[in-house]
Nanobody, 118 residues
Framework: QVQLVESGGGLVQPGGSLRLSCTASGRIFSINAMGWYRQAPGKERELVAA???????NYADSVKGRFTISRDNAKNTVYLQMNSLTPEDTAVYYC????????????WGKGTLVTVSS
C-alpha cells in the first residue's frame, strides 16, 4: 500500500497563487507517475497535471502556462504550483500515484479544497 498526504489548499483571490504538496509513503517502489486531479461541484474528476519518475509531464489544456508540476523523488513528493488562479479552478484537488504503464497500482489522497474567490 501507498499513503498519500496532501497539503496546501485554501482560499485565494483571483489572480493569486497556491502551491499544493503531496508526499507518498509505503510501497513507493511500485509508483511511476504522480499527479493531481480535481473535481468541481457537479463535474467529473479531471486530470490537472502528472509527472513520471523520469520527469515527463502532462497538463490539462486549461492549466497550461499557469500551473507547474514538479517532483522530488528523494522526498517522494510532488508539487503543483498554481498561478493566475481563476474561480474556474475552484475544486477539490486529489493527489494520485500510480504504476502505469508498468503495473496496475493506483492510489488516491483524500483531497484538498482550493477555493478561488474574492
Amino acid at each position: 500500500q501507498v499513503q498519500l498526504v496532501e497539503s496546501g489548499g485554501g482560499l485565494v483571490q483571483p489572480g493569486g497563487s497556491l502551491r499544493l504538496s503531496c508526499t507518498a509513503s509505503g510501497r513507493i517502489f511500485s509508483i511511476n507517475a504522480m499527479g493531481w486531479y480535481r473535481q468541481a461541484p457537479g463535474k467529473e474528476r479531471e486530470l490537472v497535471a502528472a509527472i513520471t519518475r523520469g520527469g515527463s509531464t502532462n497538463y490539462a489544456d486549461s492549466v497550461k502556462g499557469r500551473f507547474t508540476i514538479s517532483r522530488d523523488n528523494a522526498k517522494n513528493t510532488v508539487y503543483l504550483q498554481m498561478n493566475s488562479l481563476t474561480p474556474e479552478d475552484t475544486a477539490v484537488y486529489y493527489c494520485n500515484a500510480n504504476g502505469r504503464p508498468f503495473n496496475g497500482v493506483d492510489y488516491w489522497g483524500k483531497g484538498t479544497l482550493v477555493t478561488v474567490s474574492s
